[in-house]
């Protein structure tokens, strides 16, 4: 009888750990809570890994807007790479964070020679501009209730692979309101009706349970559309 050779098992691309043993390039800083990672207007000339922890990033006219929020796993600041020369944002640090810095340089050379990363990195990019496509059209159709819910649901991690992280790390309402285009007293109106609806609970952390979907996937009576955005 012949023998069958088994399919040998690949392991999954490990990118903390491949970034960690990279030649050059990189930086390793720890941040902490509140503590600017670089601001809009400075040069943009290096990309970011986070290790550990929360970042928010800013975008500061005549008003402050909060555009995104990103957690372990995530990169920021690769606009350099497509020539931006500036920072379009302010990056600060919403917990104490472990975060990798890389080189432009040391950057490109990793994605021209290593094929692996290329492909990971890319996937995560083009997930990246999907999510931007998203929250536009949720900033647009949606009511600043659904948006809340939607908002508190990707911080949860509901939607992508893995098992969802219920239980969040405590994010300020008028961080919530900057994100989602509101006012701080809204988001507490609109917080209050979650908790006594059952969907989250809060005192320290947040939990947030699957029964927020129903804001976002249902039309239900007691969860109307305000008419007001």
Do not use: W
């Amino acid at each position: 009888m012949g023998v069958v050779a088994k399919a040998k098992k690949t392991r999954p691309f490990n990118v903390k750990t491949f970034l960690s043993t990279a030649n050059g390039g990189r930086t390793v800083v720890n941040y902490r809570k509140n503590q600017k990672i670089f601001s809009q207007g400075d040069k943009a000339d290096s990309v970011f890994y986070i290790q550990e922890g929360k970042i928010k990033v800013c975008v500061i006219s005549e008003q402050k807007a909060v555009v995104a929020l990103h957690g372990e796993g995530d990169f920021f600041g690769e606009g350099c790479l497509t020539g931006q020369p500036l920072r379009l944002a302010t990056v600060a640090a919403m917990t104490d964070c472990v975060v990798m810095q890389l080189d432009k340089q040391a950057i490109v050379r990793v994605l021209r020679d290593e094929p692996k990363f290329s492909e990971m990195f890319m996937a995560y990019l083009l997930s990246r501009n999907a999510r931007v496509e998203e929250d536009l059209v949720d900033q647009l159709f949606n009511s600043s209730e659904k948006r809340l819910a939607r908002a508190l649901l990707l911080m949860a991690n509901f939607g992508k692979d893995g098992r969802p992280e219920t239980v969040i790390t405590k994010v300020s309402q008028e961080t919530l309101a900057d994100l989602i285009g509101t006012t701080r007293s809204r988001v507490s109106t609109f917080m209050n009706k979650f908790r006594k609806l059952g969907f989250i609970q809060y005192n320290g952390t947040l939990e947030v349970h699957n029964s927020l979907l129903n804001v976002v996937l249902h039309d239900n009576p007691h969860l109307r559309r305000e008419e007001e955005k």
